[in-house]
T-cell receptor
Framework: AQKVTQAQTEISVVEKEDVTLDCVYE???????LFWYKQPPSGELVFLIR??????QNEISGRYSWNFQKSTSSFNFTITASQVVDSAVYFC???????????????FGAGTILRVKS | NAGVTQTPKFRVLKTGQSMTLLCAQD?????MYWYRQDPGMGLRLIHY???????AKGEVPDGYNVSRLKKQNFLLGLESAAPSQTSVYFC?????????????FGAGTRLSVL
């Protein structure tokens, strides 16, 4: 069965520090998608990125960057020059194209609480 | 464009009471989902639906029932609420593209069962 592990329960950094959130996944499928979501204190889930299993290029979006390494089954998320507004819970998730079944079932990691102090 | 709307936003129940959570989406999505979020456990899938009139069990379906009588609505029912069902419930919807998984989430419903 698929599984997503976010080993870091909570991380605290000081503003302007860089921080990396780890995500390791397990799947037997060759086609799958990986996601990162942000959950700020207000509680909603904010989509950050989707990456398919065939695209191992790193991605950068402003202060955010993602490193996908299929060889180590990892999809890590780095925030450069962190800001207080980055304080949130961050979830990594996995979706599989499961043959014979319907639905895009997402499996979430337990989440990492990021606290950025000023 | 409202996206995914969940009703109610907060609710307190007593053990044994029943209630229904409503999820409505206006994006004409085929797939809809109900998750629960508990501390330290991320989101877990309760039930999902691939279209009007069709539902399926997710990872933690016990104690819940669902119905999808209209394409835009997905209802989650608790017939006899238990304290273990205290949680934050999220509804989501997505396009009919198996495996791509891009889901739009509602704002969540915070449920407390006393």
């Amino acid at each position: 069965a698929q599984k997503v592990t976010q080993a870091q329960t909570e991380i605290s950094v000081v503003e302007k520090e860089d921080v990396t959130l780890d995500c390791v996944y397990e799947t037997r499928d060759t086609t799958y998608y990986l996601f990162w979501y942000k959950q700020p204190p207000s509680g909603e889930l904010v989509f950050l990125i989707r990456r398919n299993s065939f695209d191992e290029q790193n991605e950068i979006s402003g202060r955010y960057s993602w490193n996908f390494q299929k060889s180590t089954s990892s999809f890590n998320f780095t925030i450069t020059a962190s800001q207080v507004v980055d304080s949130a819970v961050y979830f990594c998730a996995l979706s599989e194209a499961v043959k014979g079944e319907y639905g895009n079932k997402l499996v979430f990691g337990a989440g990492t609480i990021l606290r950025v102090k000023s | 464009n409202a996206g995914v709307t969940q009703t109610p936003k907060f609710r307190v129940l007593k053990t044994g009471q029943s209630m229904t959570l409503l999820c409505a989406q206006d994006m004409n999505h085929e797939y809809m989902y109900w998750y629960r979020q508990d501390p330290g456990m991320g989101l877990r899938l309760i039930h999902y639906s691939v279209g009007e009139g069709t539902t399926a069990k997710g990872e933690v379906p016990d104690g819940y029932n669902v119905s999808r009588l209209k394409k835009q609505n997905f209802l989650l029912g608790l017939e006899s609420a238990a304290p273990s069902q205290t949680s934050v419930y999220f509804c989501a919807s997505s396009y009919l593209l198996r495996g791509t998984g891009f889901q739009y989430f509602g704002a969540g419903t915070r449920l407390s069962v006393l």
